[in-house]
């Protein structure tokens, strides 16, 4: 799946930033790399860009730049128990 595909609210991985080195690096400087968690704030009406969170900055992303961001749905780690 790629950011493009990705809803409103969900947090998604970045797992690979299939593009080639200088939009790799553009979006590094943006704070968007291999390995780092984002939030879907919101998507623009008309297949407009998106509004992702990461690494607490809101960043625009075009629809044609999310299509080379292959993420995966992240996994919130379950609360842990306490022992008693």
């Known amino acids: 799946m790629t950011l493009a595909d990705a809803n409103n609210q969900d947090s998604v991985r970045i797992e690979e930033i299939d593009a080639g080195a200088g939009l790799r690096r553009r979006l590094s400087c943006l704070g968007l ?44 780690p379950s609360p842990r128990r306490r022992q008693t």
């Open 33 to 76: 790399a291999e390995g780092d968690t984002v939030t879907v704030l919101s998507q623009a009406a008309f297949r407009g860009p998106l509004l992702v969170e990461a690494r607490g900055a809101k960043i625009a992303v075009g629809r044609g730049v999310a299509r080379h961001i292959v993420v995966t749905r992240a996994t919130m």
